[in-house]
């Protein structure tokens, strides 16, 4: 030893890239060292892994039923890992009856306990993945942890306590949800929460009613789009005094609920947030709209045509393509709008459909147009234009046969 | 006083190369901890929920295609398989030359619509839309060629619907789940996250059909195998512990999600840009920060985009000069950013390090070659020094590309066959000598290029996802993988 530091010594100046040159081979040696024992080692793993995920798929209906005892695989880490995986995998995959039989397996096994466990007493990624696994079972015994894990320091846990609770999709699991928020606000980005109150409250809408009256913002744009999502034709009334609401999240939700309502309240309303200021409320009122595909909606729709929004423009044209009635006529009208951007918009979702041949002919089939007429309206379908001495025609056109029109 | 100069010249490079070879080590370590805490949160992470999740957002996927009509098809048939609940499909065939709308239509069954196109970011003319009958989300943009990538993203930023835009190149193809894994951190938290990157691979040596990737392998060529430890060390060490501390400034133009407003309010991909996709990022932080807006660009290392790598020198000379040139031309760009307080780490550490580590790395590394050979003439080279010296370089390089493989081992273990993971350990004693003595040549070539204001694109040789016979097509790629060549 003492020569080699005598050495160092001797080398002066140049000793610390001597030292500094022996740490790198050395670093390289065990890094290709570490790879190659690494490599063994998983291949073993799984070799092992593999043979014995093929016993328990073999033996699933004794180990499932009891007959294999619990006992004789709860202790070993290796099984239950595999047993825990496999359960998992399963339980998504189930169905109703399936999916009682497995989580009677999980109750009766303990497996269930163990992840309650895990949830409650691990930290970190390990104590998310307990929460996960927890969400995936669908066991109603383990919302009280995934609801105790909302309050969480971290925001990682957080998040993968909505994930669990989404995945119970249950309204139980959506009014921990919501009694959270409430409680707390919004601690947590909106979209994965959105995500899971969309899973929880899809069963039982008219409970997001109540926190929707009574929370605060943001909380309440964040209801209101879980409202939007979700909403079915009981919901009527309720959701019409969101049309009037200050904030444009919630008119848009009303507008994206509103198709599950009555027909003519629908459209009234609709049509209202047609003309809304908000692009997005306009938007989403025009999809409605279309999914209604009413002959009412028609001037609305004709309306949001000649929208400063393209996107506006483009589903209003969608939308009214949706009207299986007197494509003729309403092709007429936005030709006498007189608005390149409404014709361009109508002419693209046409063509995105097909329908193009179909209203070829309905136009030259058509009875109440003059000759004239028809043949501008047959231009400017192929040309996707219209010529300005066309204009007049099809304007003129336009009010002879506005009795005709739907 | 020649003697006095070259002494400090030495000096000067010795602490240089130390300087660079801890970052390098440090960001490894970085990389390291990133990469296994991103794994154990993926173990919290169901990816096929986001594809059941009804408010996932929709994303449009932008093909910028030139003169691809070899692997084309392949890749849109590829992008039409993906995971994902709502896609858009847009080709944009920039102008080309050779049978890639023709391939196109045939295959996919186009019929031209008149559809509303406006060109909120400017683009050079397009001629005609096409719509796949077969595959009613597929949209074909036929343009005419500006002669850059980044107008014919632009034409397809025109396009877009959806508020979320994935560009992806042309001659690549994406792992199934790419999608739904890109999108984990948008999910998580999309007010912040305003662009996510995915890894890009080398697709050499594996098998292809019909669009799947169905046996990865590394591939034969010397030169193929030396450019996959570059890319895993370029985006498996360096991508990932810049993007940690939110200073990632580049996503590759082969594979990146971008929120479509944000880049319609930067005015697009900036046009006749050389490296467009680094230009970019470099704008968006800019802007965000001029913005003072909180944000951040992440980097996910297990979306995979496979890609076809050059396989001859020549070609790979020229991608090299290139990603040169547009390295130089986005820092020359925005070098107001530089050590200004208002632009935080970025301005002050990122760009700094992409400067003097990056750019110039070429220039003072030639420099150091030659002062230590005049040194050498002059008598006043330490020889046991300078052989020590180099040992301990060659040792230590080493050392971050086995760190490298080994971070490939840890987390996403792409090559299953022991001979693959030998070779590729084999190449990484390999690689110094004397690829990276003529990379250096070719950083310099691109540099002088850029000076000399000669920035046309040259061919590169590609064989095609499926085909084996070469041929060849224009350089589509720009995503220099920054540390590549350390």
Redesign the interface.
């Known amino acids: 030893m003492g020569s080699i530091s005598e050495g160092f010594v001797s080398l002066g100046?140049?000793a610390f890239?001597?030292k500094?040159?022996l740490v790198?081979?050395g670093?390289?040696l065990l890094?290709?060292g570490?790879?190659v024992l690494?490599?063994s080692y998983r291949k073993r793993f799984f070799r092992r892994r593999d043979a014995r995920l093929l016993e328990i798929q073999r033996d699933w209906e004794e180990l499932t039923s009891g007959a294999i005892p619990y006992d004789s695989w709860r202790t070993k880490r290796f099984d239950l890992r595999i047993i825990e995986t496999v359960v998992l995998d399963k339980l998504?995959a189930a169905d109703r009856e399936e999916a009682t039989r497995l989580l009677k397996f999980l109750r009766a096994s303990r497996l269930i306990e163990k992840l309650i466990f895990e949830a409650r007493q691990h930290t970190?990624?390990r104590k998310?993945?307990a929460?996960?696994a927890l969400g995936?079972t669908r066991a109603p015994e383990g919302i009280p942890a995934l609801a105790e894990a909302l309050r969480d320091r971290e925001l990682?846990t957080r998040?993968?306590a909505i994930?669990g609770l989404?995945?119970m999709a249950c309204p139980e699991a959506g009014n921990e949800l919501l009694n959270w928020l409430t409680e707390v606000g919004l601690q947590v980005?909106?979209?994965?929460l959105?995500?899971a109150l969309?899973e929880c409250c899809s069963e039982r809408p008219r409970m997001l009613l109540n926190f929707l009256h009574n929370a605060e913002m943001p909380v309440r744009q964040v209801i209101a789009?879980v409202m939007g999502?979700i909403a079915v034709p009981a919901l009527g009334s309720d959701l019409l005094p969101f049309v009037h609401d200050e904030e444009a999240e919630l008119r848009a939700a009303a507008a994206r609920a509103l198709p599950c309502c009555d027909g003519t309240l629908a459209i009234e309303a609709l049509t209202e947030l047609a003309d809304d200021p908000v692009w997005f409320v306009r938007l989403r009122a025009v999809v409605s709209l279309g999914k209604l595909a009413h002959s009412t909606a028609i001037p609305p729709l004709l309306r949001c045509l000649r929208d400063p929004n393209?996107?506006i423009?483009?589903r209003s044209a969608e939308a009214v393509l949706k009207i299986k009635i007197g494509q003729a006529e309403i092709f007429q009208q936005v030709l006498a709008a007189k608005d390149r951007?409404a014709l361009?918009?109508y002419?693209?979702a046409l063509?995105?459909s097909g329908l193009q041949e179909r209203l070829t002919d309905e136009i030259a089939r058509h009875d109440g147009f003059s000759p004239a007429t028809k043949s501008a309206l047959l231009q400017a379908l192929r040309t996707?234009n219209l010529h300005d001495e066309n204009w007049e025609k099809v304007r003129k056109a336009d009010f002879a046969n506005a009795a005709s029109a739907p | 006083m020649i003697a006095r100069l070259l002494a400090i010249s030495n000096q000067t490079l010795l602490y240089y190369y130390l300087l660079c070879n801890l970052s390098y080590l440090l960001m490894l370590f970085i990389a390291f901890r990133t990469s296994i805490?991103h794994h154990?949160?993926l173990?919290?992470?169901?990816l096929?929920?986001i594809k059941e999740?009804?408010?996932?957002p929709p994303i449009s996927i932008i093909v910028p295609a030139h003169n691809e009509e070899k692997s084309i098809c392949i890749s849109v048939l590829n992008l039409l398989k993906l995971q994902y609940p709502e896609l858009e499909l847009i080709v944009v065939n920039d102008g080309s030359t050779d049978a890639t709308l023709a391939a196109l239509r045939e295959r996919f069954r186009l019929r031209p619509?008149?559809?509303?196109y406006?060109s909120q970011i400017q683009s050079a003319p397009v001629r005609r839309i096409y719509?796949s009958e077969t595959h009613p989300g597929l949209m074909v943009l036929d343009k005419d060629s500006a002669g850059s990538k980044s107008d014919a993203i632009n034409a397809g930023v025109n396009a877009a619907?959806c508020p979320y835009i994935c560009v992806v190149d042309a001659d690549s193809v994406l792992e199934d789940d790419a999608l739904l894994r890109i999108m984990v951190p948008v999910?998580?938290?999309?007010?912040?996250v305003v662009c996510v990157g995915g890894i890009v691979r080398v697709v050499n040596g594996s098998a292809i059909r019909n669009g799947r990737i169905e046996r990865i392998r590394l591939p034969r060529k010397s030169i193929e195998i030396i450019q996959v430890i570059e890319y895993l060390r370029a985006f498996l060490v360096a991508r990932e512990a810049w993007a940690s501390a939110n200073m990632l400034m580049i996503v590759s133009g082969a594979f990146g999600v971008f929120k479509t407003d944000l880049v319609r309010q930067l005015g697009g991909y900036r046009p006749h840009a050389i490296g467009e996709d680094f230009e970019l990022v470099v704008r968006l932080h800019r802007y965000l920060l001029d913005k003072r807006e909180k944000y951040r660009i992440a980097f996910l290392p297990d979306p995979v985009c496979w890609t076809e790598a050059p396989s001859d020198l020549k070609s790979l000379g020229r991608q090299r000069s290139r990603w040169q040139k547009g390295l130089l031309d986005g820092l020359w760009r925005h070098r107001q950013m530089l050590f200004r307080a208002r632009y935080g780490r970025t301005g002050c550490l990122a760009l700094p390090y992409l400067w003097f580590f990056e750019l110039l790395a070429p220039l003072i590394e030639s420099l150091g070659i030659a002062s230590i050979i005049a040194a050498a003439c002059v008598g006043i080279l330490?020889r046991?020094?300078f052989v020590?010296?180099l040992?301990?370089g060659y040792?230590?390089a080493?050392?971050i590309s086995?760190?490298s493989?080994?971070q490939e081992?840890?987390t996403y273990r792409r090559y299953n066959d022991?001979r693959d993971?030998a070779r590729l350990?084999l190449y990484c004693f390999l690689e110094h000598f004397p690829y990276r003595q003529i990379q250096i040549y070719w950083r310099l070539q691109g540099m002088w290029q850029y000076l000399r204001g000669d920035n046309t694109w040259k061919t590169i040789k590609r064989t095609g996802l499926e085909n084996p016979h070469a041929q060849p097509s224009p350089e589509g790629k720009a995503s220099a993988p920054f540390m590549a060549n350390q």
């Open positions: 100046p140049a890239i001597v500094a040159l790198a081979i670093a390289n890094l290709l570490f790879i690494r490599r998504e970190g990624w998310n993945r929460l996960v995936r990682e998040l993968a994930r989404g995945r980005p909106a979209l994965p959105q995500s969309v789009r999502e393209r996107l423009r483009l951007y361009h918009a002419v693209t063509d995105n996707g | 805490a154990r949160k173990q919290s992470f169901r096929a929920w999740a009804p408010l996932s619509i008149r559809a509303v406006v719509r619907t999910l998580a938290d999309p007010d912040r330490n046991d020094f020590q010296f040992l301990f040792a230590f080493t050392a086995i760190g493989v080994l081992e840890l022991w993971v350990l």
